[in-house]
């Protein structure tokens, strides 16, 4: 199933769009989520550690603007967007 | 009571006027007006502005529970709450955050306000990159969100 992955704050420069899409088996977790992230950083941005270190800290927002954890089951096809370290205000 | 909002600076500035009327309560005897605005220096680079990220739908939800939260915490007889946060390109000086408070007493808004402000900076999703003298721009480095 494919996931779209909304891009916020540092995370935004992984990519020239405003969102990146990952292939996912079905009933996926967040943590699969998270490794797949890894991979693209690792495909698309050699050796950015930084880039390696904010997909390791970053929290998951569902559609439904709630912070979903890592053993979250992703039962669907479905927008979640990727909460970088914030720092607002 | 709470107005709540992010606005987009292209399209609207934060209009200290607009708190003002939300506020103003004749149950109300003191009222606090915190802005945030953008400075000039931060960790020894000079700072032209700063671009506001946010994550819209869960930044009004947080600015919601933060008010929940400071009636169930306080429990002040009455607060009013106007929080608006900008979105977009901030320039030096300008206006990136807007907190107003008013409650019965004095003391009651100097807490709700600080409050609030400390509660935005540990769980809102908003993100700064600022932009320094010579073009260069940084994201800033936050906290990880905490699930409440």
Known sequence: MKITVELYGASRDFSAKSFIEINLANNSKIKDLRKELMKFIDNHHVGNKNFRELVKAAAFCSDKNEIIHDDYVISKEQKIAIIPPIGGG | ?148
């Open chain 2, 1 to 148: 009571m709470i107005h709540c909002n992010i606005l987009d600076v292209k399209k609207e500035k934060i209009n200290i006027s607009k708190a003002q009327k939300f506020i103003a309560s004749s149950k109300c005897g003191a009222s606090l007006f915190f802005m945030g605005t953008v400075r000039n220096e931060n960790n020894n680079k000079k700072v032209t502005g700063i671009t506001y990220d946010s994550h819209d739908g869960m930044v009004k939800k947080s600015f919601q529970e933060i008010y929940e939260e400071a009636k169930k915490k306080f429990k002040f007889e009455t607060i009013v709450v106007f929080i608006e946060h900008a979105k977009g390109y901030v320039a030096l000086g300008e206006t990136s955050v807007l907190i107003a408070v008013a409650c019965k007493h004095r003391k009651e808004v100097y807490e709700v306000s600080r409050f609030i402000i400390e509660e935005i900076k540990k769980r809102t999703p908003i993100w700064k990159k600022e932009h320094y003298e010579g073009k260069e721009t940084e994201w800033l480095k936050g906290s990880p969100v905490v699930k409440q």
